[in-house]
Structure formats: structure tokens, C-alpha cells
């Protein structure tokens, strides 16, 4: 598993992690990496995977070879979550 060293941590930042670890009863390496997962591009990332599984899932329950949902159906359950 790939490790990251940082250096020069401004003294606030590490205050801040080191409070969260603190109260979560974490390690400030465990404390980091609960707060590198919540950054917006991961998360992102994250969701667009499950959104793909759960396609996936729906069209081999259904039997389907291609998604046969039209688009606009789509576009309107997203609009109305």
C-alpha cells in the first residue's frame, strides 16, 4: 500500500486533526485518511461507481443486453430526487 509523508504542516491544520483523531479515538494517519476519503473529487468518484453497480445490477435482473430506460425518465428521477 502506497504511504504519504507530509512535512511542514501548518500548526492550526495539525491542531484540527489531531483534535478530530482525538475524539473519533483514531490514529492521526487514520484521522487523515477519513478526511482525504470526504474530499469532493473522491466522493464523486465513489458515488459514480455505485450509480454504475446498481445499472448493472438492474440490467442483469432484467435480463437486458442494453439499458432500455429512455433517457428522459432518467433525467426526471434525477431532477425529482
Known sequence: MPSLQIRDVPPDVYEALAARAKAENRSMAQQAIIELR???????????????????ERRQKNGERELSIPAAKLIREDRDR
Open 38 to 56: 470526504r474530499m469532493p473529487e473522491f466522493v464523486a468518484r465513489e458515488t459514480r461507481k455505485q450509480v454504475l453497480a446498481r445499472l448493472r
